[in-house]
Every structure is written in C-alpha cells, then in structure tokens.
C-alpha cells in the first residue's frame, strides 16, 4: 500500500461542526473522542453527501492524532470514482487504503458513514489535537491536493483539578500553653536551704526565673499556675533521699514566691526520693561495660538501697564512672508553668502576631487569617507552613499544610504531611488529588472511591470529572 504521508506544518483554525463542512464536500456532524484505560476510543458521523468526485479522482479522509512534530493516522475512509476504482484493482502497490481501512465506490457510497476507530495510548498523545484530513488522487494515481481541519483543539480539554479540601480546626476553650525545664540547684551536704551563692545555683534559678518573667512580661499572657517536682540521686539510704527531695523543693518554692510575691501555695510541688529512670536512661545510652547487668539490676524487684549497693559492689568500676557523670544530673528540679495567651478575633492583629510569635497562635486563628488570603498565594502557603511549624504533631494542621503542598506542586512534601494527619475521609481524598495533580487518574480513582464511602461529597463527582476529562464529544 501507498499512503500519501505529510507532515501537518498549519492547520486552520478550528470550525464548527454545527456551521460549516469540515473539509470540502465532508461534515462531520458529531465526534467523540474519549481514552478508555490504555486505549484511545475515536467514534464520529460523517456526511459525505455534498462529496463531488469525477469517475478518474479518488478521495481518502483519514482522522489523524498530532501533537507538536508527531503524527498518528487512523483507519481512512477512502472514496474511488469509478476509474480510479479499476485503476487501483490493477496497481494495487499504488493503492492509498488497505485492507484495515473503509473503502466505498463513490456510486455505491452512503450519504452518511459511521466511523468507529480504537488504538493504544501512549504518553504523547496527553495534550494532541484531533485533526480531520482530506486528499485527493487524480491520474496514474498522484496526490495532488491536501487539506486539514481541527476537531478537537486540544485533548483532554485542560488539566483537570478537583477541589482541595481544607478543614477548620475545631474551636477551642483556652488558649492553654506550657514552659517545662530543669533547675540543678545545689545544697551543701545535708542542707536545704538555698544558697544563691552556692556553685552554680544564681545561673539554675534564673532558669526558673527567666521562663516566669517571660510569661509575665506578655501583656497578652496570663500565668495559671507553676509546679516543682524535686528528685534526689540514689546514692544513700532512702529515706534520706527522700527527706531531702521534699525539703528541698519546698526550700526552692519559698524562695521562687518570695521574688514574685506569689500567694503562698501558687506554686505546687511534689517530689520524687530517687532518680532512677534518669539513670536507667543514662545507662541506655552508654558504653559501660557491664550495662545489661546494671539495667537487670535497676528492673530487679529489689528495693531502691538493695539495688543501689548491689550496683555498687558487683560492677565499681561502672559504679565509680556513673556517681561521677551521672548522678549529679539526678538531683534537679522539674518546673512547668502553665499560662493562657487571650483570643485574637481580627485578621490584621492575628497576621502580626503570625509574623511576630507564632507560638502564641490558635490553629484556629491561622485558619481565620487564612480565609483572607487569595486561594494558591504564597502567603496562604507560608501560613500553612508555619502552623504546622507550630502544631507538628497536629492532624488537622499537617492536613491543612499538605493541601497547600499539593496546591505548590510539592507532592513529596505534601505526602509527608499526609502521613502526620491520620485517617480521616479528607485524608484519603487528598492522596487521590495528588495523584490526580501528577495526572496519575488511574491510581486516583480507588481513593475517591473511599472517600467517598466515608462521607467526602467531593469524592463522587471528582470520579466522574476523571472520567469526562478524558472524553470530548459534540453534536450537530
């Protein structure tokens, strides 16, 4: 067979089907066009009734798939006058059809043919035009003129986005915070009375101290309450540990209230005699030799003086190493402090605070602010980045800050967000629209089809976008 092969270098500009023949003599009166798995499915109505043609012409009318340089024919339909029918039966290798295309004798050719086309998709042809070409045969054969028309502009039509989901974190009561840290302060042996002047103990206080004033000095902030647990080291008998754990850390809080002028029982305390889950974690994260025996040691059933000198008799060199490096760490005093930070109700005063100290924000409040802010800008990213900075283990904040990756393009990050935000319905909907914005429709479906069992009203219709994304149809 020979088929007269061109490269399309202007096609005209698209016709209607409803106004006009697509090429001369042919309208084609409805198309569609639609991909169906790994297949591009081609179905139209040609009427060839105006189609002239003289007893030594031929005329074939081929659907081609274009994209940029490519170029993919499909099935022709091939009209023969009457010679040119003869002609052809007797110089077959010059033939412009085969086999696998329609041919009609002008004479006996229908007013109308329906055209059915199927063929594998492949990458490029995401973005082609559907383009509609006419040529025609005159002696011995030759082609001699060409023309071409666009049916579909552009298939599919557009990229098709389905909506993100964004989710309003539920409102909460106080906006409750807390400071934790840890004070070594020191006594001399046997004593619990605090000594400013004693080591290091101007700088440990101060530790308390400064996170006090921290909340004191905000205008916005409000202390609810502070708390100090005291612990002791475990060398020593027991019961004196604990007499001093507990005097010493009502020694601390007298001495803490009477800086600020608290009411006597602002702060509370509670002690605990012994460290030993500090030193169990330090003897996790060493080297000593005997490790695993000293932590059977500390898991034993034995009381805490047993263990202590079981430790200290059966492993001194460990022993030794551990009342040098670790112990001292073992005498401190845990403090939190507890405080509210008021409500901010206006965009403008929320959106300084956001710029300013973060921290002192709602998830709900970054959520008012961001009903502000133009839907894809850079600022409504920034501030889903920065709540969720601010809430990281936040569900509802790693979903908001995903949505706002997928918007960016950043589908890593998106899907690392997704994994912090659980397994609610708006979840398992987002992971289809990333697929669905890396144009993997396939793979998005089965998640909108749960989504949608879930309750996510955007899910059904996201599925049913998918669908008519890949298919363009018109009729007359």
């Given at each position: 067979?020979?088929?007269?092969?061109?490269?399309?270098?202007?096609?005209?500009?698209?016709?209607?089907?409803?106004?006009?023949?697509?090429?001369?003599?042919?309208?084609?009166?409805?198309?569609?066009?639609?991909?169906?798995?790994?297949?591009?499915?081609?179905?139209?109505?040609?009427?060839?009734?105006?189609?002239?043609?003289?007893?030594?012409?031929?005329?074939?009318?081929?659907?081609?798939?274009?994209?940029?340089?490519?170029?993919?024919?499909?099935?022709?339909?091939?009209?023969?006058?009457?010679?040119?029918?003869?002609?052809?039966?007797?110089?077959?290798?010059?033939?412009?059809?085969?086999?696998?295309?329609?041919?009609?004798?002008?004479?006996?050719?229908?007013?109308?043919?329906?055209?059915?086309?199927?063929?594998?998709?492949?990458?490029?042809?995401?973005?082609?035009?559907?383009?509609?070409?006419?040529?025609?045969?005159g002696c011995v054969g030759?082609?001699?003129?060409?023309?071409?028309?666009?049916?579909?502009?552009?298939?599919?039509?557009?990229?098709?986005?389905?909506?993100?989901?964004?989710?309003?974190?539920?409102?909460?009561?106080?906006?409750?915070?807390?400071?934790?840290?840890?004070?070594?302060?020191?006594?001399?042996?046997?004593?619990?009375?605090?000594?400013?002047?004693?080591?290091n103990n101007r700088e440990?206080?101060?530790?308390?101290?400064?996170?006090?004033?921290?909340?004191?000095?905000?205008?916005?902030?409000?202390?609810?309450?502070?708390?100090?647990?005291?612990?002791?080291?475990?060398?020593?008998?027991?019961?004196?540990?604990?007499?001093?754990?507990?005097?010493?850390?009502?020694?601390?809080?007298r001495y803490v209230e009477?800086?600020?002028?608290?009411?006597?029982?602002?702060?509370?305390?509670?002690?605990?005699?012994?460290?030993?889950?500090?030193?169990?974690?330090?003897?996790?994260?060493?080297?000593?030799?005997?490790?695993?025996?000293?932590?059977?040691?500390?898991?034993?059933?034995?009381?805490?003086?047993?263990?202590?000198?079981?430790?200290?008799?059966?492993?001194?060199?460990?022993?030794?190493?551990?009342?040098?490096?670790?112990?001292?760490?073992?005498?401190?005093?845990?403090?939190?402090?507890?405080?509210?930070?008021?409500?901010?109700?206006?965009?403008?005063?929320?959106?300084?605070?956001?710029?300013?100290?973060?921290?002192?924000?709602?998830?709900?409040?970054?959520?008012?602010?961001?009903?502000?802010?133009?839907?894809?800008?850079?600022?409504?990213?920034?501030?889903?980045?920065?709540?969720?900075?601010?809430?990281?283990?936040?569900?509802?904040?790693?979903?908001?800050?995903?949505?706002?990756?997928?918007?960016?393009?950043?589908?890593?990050?998106?899907?690392?967000?997704?994994?912090?935000?659980?397994?609610?319905?708006?979840?398992?909907?987002?992971?289809?629209?990333?697929?669905?914005?890396?144009?993997?429709?396939?793979?998005?479906?089965?998640?909108?089809?749960?989504?949608?069992?879930?309750?996510?009203?955007?899910?059904?219709?996201?599925?049913?976008?998918?669908?008519?994304?890949?298919?363009?149809?018109?009729?007359?």
């Amino acid at each position: 067979m020979k088929r007269f092969l061109t490269t399309i270098i202007a096609i005209s500009a698209f016709v209607s089907i409803a106004e006009a023949e697509t090429v001369k003599g042919v309208t084609v009166e409805s198309y569609t066009m639609e991909r169906n798995g790994d297949y591009i499915v081609v179905d139209m109505e040609l009427d060839i009734s105006s189609l002239k043609l003289k007893s030594s012409q031929a005329v074939t009318l081929t659907p081609c798939i274009v994209r940029d340089t490519i170029s993919r024919e499909l099935r022709t339909l091939g009209i023969y006058g009457r010679n040119r029918h003869y002609y052809f039966e007797r110089n077959e290798e010059a033939k412009p059809t085969s086999d696998k295309d329609i041919e009609y004798r002008k004479s006996k050719a229908p007013d109308k043919v329906t055209y059915h086309e199927i063929l594998p998709f492949e990458s490029w042809m995401d973005g082609c035009k559907l383009v509609f070409e006419r040529v025609d045969y005159g002696c011995v054969g030759e082609a001699y003129n060409q023309q071409a028309n666009v049916i579909v502009e552009q298939f599919p039509v557009k990229p098709y986005r389905p909506r993100l989901i964004y989710v309003r974190p539920e409102t909460s009561g106080e906006k409750l915070y807390t400071i934790h840290g840890s004070a070594f302060v020191d006594f001399p042996v046997s004593k619990m009375d605090i000594r400013t002047d004693y080591r290091n103990n101007r700088e440990e206080i101060a530790k308390i101290t400064s996170s006090i004033d921290q909340v004191r000095e905000d205008k916005d902030a409000t202390i609810k309450s502070i708390s100090i647990k005291g612990f002791a080291s475990p060398e020593s008998p027991y019961a004196n540990n604990e007499r001093l754990a507990k005097g010493r850390t009502e020694a601390l809080r007298r001495y803490v209230e009477s800086l600020y002028k608290f009411e006597d029982g602002f702060i509370t305390t509670s002690y605990e005699a012994e460290d030993w889950a500090g030193l169990e974690q330090f003897v996790i994260n060493s080297n000593l030799k005997h490790k695993e025996e000293i932590l059977a040691a500390i898991h034993s059933e034995r009381d805490p003086d047993s263990k202590e000198l079981w430790i200290k008799r059966n492993w001194i060199a460990d022993y030794n190493y551990l009342f040098v490096h670790c112990y001292p760490a073992l005498r401190h005093s845990d403090y939190t402090i507890e405080y509210t930070v008021r409500k901010y109700t206006s965009p403008k005063e929320i959106e300084s605070i956001m710029n300013t100290a973060p921290q002192k924000l709602s998830l709900e409040e970054f959520y008012l602010l961001a009903q502000t802010y133009e839907e894809g800008s850079a600022q409504l990213h920034e501030l889903y980045e920065i709540a969720v900075r601010m809430y990281p283990n936040d569900e509802i904040a790693n979903l908001n800050a995903a949505n706002s990756a997928i918007s960016s393009g950043n589908y890593d990050r998106a899907a690392r967000y997704l994994d912090k935000a659980g397994n609610r319905a708006e979840v398992v909907y987002a992971r289809g629209v990333i697929e669905v914005y890396k144009e993997n429709y396939k793979a998005a479906v089965p998640y909108f089809e749960e989504a949608s069992k879930l309750g996510i009203a955007e899910a059904a219709p996201a599925i049913e976008a998918i669908k008519n994304h890949w298919r363009v149809s018109s009729k007359k």
